[in-house]
Every structure is written in structure tokens, then in C-alpha cells.
């Protein structure tokens, strides 16, 4: 089997950060998702109360204030591009059309998160990313992951932040964070369709304060991608820091990859 045949998953990043950061450290960072490009999950989402049991001004706010810190100042993320579907154009017989359904292979995400092609793309197993995530959870942190869906319907976002006051209790943490849970799909996993060609899988993880956390990479790395016109005397200085059996690829202006 090919490496690229195996679960991986891509993350995007400029050199500054995969070479000073990411690499020597051999950790990758879950970042505070109210640091994300998307005003959809940066905004401050309003919370309403339905019901027949009118809340007090302080249960309300309490449930208000403790909503919005878990959705943006307790929960983490790290995004990554997986394959997309293949084409009729990727199976004509050419070695190179291997990659152009891959989640490496896309000139729009090198574009954008890929510091215009001069950045660095990050392949991982996606299973073992995962067990390396869980890993350095807290006891009460909440892991979640899932693919993004794709859509402009925004009536479903208003189920999303109304509670339900009838079935409050008194515990307002946890009524938040079931809440939360339940509509999990729609307040993380969910973008308009004009992000559709990020092919976004994305681990959020929920969670006690607002401290960032940090996986460790060394049993999930696969490959290190870097861009058209990445300078290739770095990236071969970059090869050093994690031994020989990660693979070193550049990615040309017709998709192609190869072995530095």
C-alpha cells in the first residue's frame, strides 16, 4: 500500500510556524476557535430561553455568559483537509492525477493556508492524530471530530442557541454543555458552502479553561508537503528534525509530488 493510500488528513500552515513551532517541538497546537477566519464561528452566538418557565434576569445571563465562554474562550480546534471525492479526470492513467483528489493536492487551500504556496502541509494518520489528542485531555475535557458539512440553511442555527427553560435545572454548566452536545453538528461541524473546497475533518476540543493545548505529532506524521515555492534548501534542513522515516515531498504547479 501507498502511504497516501492509508486515513490521512492535511494541515495547512506557513513556515514560520511549521519550522519554529511545530516541527522542533514536535507538537501541534489546538487553537481558540474565536481565532478562526469564519465571522459565522468568531461572532457571539445569542442565546434565548423558550418555555413556559420564565427565567430570572441571573439565570438567564448566568446560562448567557457560560454558552458563550464554552463555544469560544473553552473550546479548541485544529483543522485539517481530508481526500475529496475522485473525479472522471483523476483515473486517466497518469501517475500524477493520484493527487489531485488529495488533501494535499489542492492549489485553493495552498492558496489561502498554505502561505500562497510558499508554506509547509502536514499529513497525518488521522486515527493516531486523534489517540495523540485524547491523550493529553484533561479528565473532565470533551473530545469531538467530525467531518464539516456545507450549508447556507440558517433556520437551523436558531435550534441551536434556544434552551429550553422547562427543562433547567439547576446546574447551569450542565445544561449548557448537553445542550451543546446535542447540537454538537450544527455550532462546530457545520460551514456555509462557500468553505465547501476545504474538505474540512476537525477535532474541537471542549475544554475547563482557556489555556491551549498541544498533541504531540511524532507517531501521526506521515508526511511533510511543501509548497511550490517553498525554498528547497529549508526544506531539506526541515527533513533533520524528524529522521528519515517521514517523507519529504514538494508539491509542483501541476500538482505533482516528489521525493526530496
Not at 17 to 29: F, K, M, V
Not at 224 to 242: D, E, P, T
Request: hydrophobic share 35%; aromatic share 12%.
Amino acid at each position: 500500500m501507498r502511504w497516501w493510500d492509508n486515513e490521512l488528513v492535511c494541515h495547512y500552515t506557513s513556515q514560520n510556524i511549521a519550522l519554529e513551532h511545530i516541527l522542533p517541538s514536535a507538537t501541534i497546537r489546538l487553537n481558540s476557535i474565536a481565532k478562526t477566519n469564519d465571522p459565522r464561528e468568531t461572532s457571539p452566538w445569542m442565546f434565548t430561553a423558550g418555555g413556559v418557565r420564565e427565567l430570572t434576569p441571573q439565570e438567564f445571563f448566568e446560562r448567557h455568559d457560560l454558552f458563550a465562554r464554552t463555544l469560544h474562550s473553552y473550546s479548541f480546534i485544529l483543522s485539517t483537509s481530508m481526500d475529496r471525492k475522485k473525479s472522471s479526470y483523476d483515473d486517466i492513467g497518469l501517475p500524477e492525477k493520484d493527487f489531485l483528489h488529495k488533501g494535499f493536492g489542492r492549489p485553493y487551500m495552498w492558496a489561502h493556508y498554505g502561505q500562497s504556496h510558499e508554506g509547509i502541509c502536514l499529513a497525518f494518520d488521522r486515527q493516531r492524530l486523534e489517540c495523540s489528542i485524547k491523550q493529553i485531555m484533561s479528565p473532565d475535557g470533551i473530545l469531538l471530530s467530525d467531518e464539516v458539512i456545507y450549508d447556507d440553511r440558517p433556520l437551523a442555527i436558531f435550534d441551536a442557541t434556544d434552551f429550553d427553560s422547562d427543562s433547567m435545572s439547576e446546574n447551569a454548566s450542565g445544561d449548557i454543555l448537553s445542550h451543546i452536545l446535542k447540537y454538537q453538528k450544527i455550532l462546530f461541524f457545520t460551514k456555509t458552502t462557500d468553505w465547501e473546497a476545504e474538505s474540512e475533518w476537525r477535532w474541537i476540543y471542549i475544554g475547563q479553561d482557556e489555556h491551549p493545548v498541544y498533541a504531540s505529532i511524532n507517531s501521526c506524521l506521515r508526511a511533510i508537503i511543501v509548497g511550490s515555492f517553498f525554498q528547497m534548501y529549508i526544506s531539506r534542513s526541515c527533513g533533520n528534525l524528524h529522521g528519515n522515516s517521514i517523507r519529504m515531498l514538494q508539491r509542483s504547479d501541476g500538482n505533482l509530488v516528489f521525493h526530496i
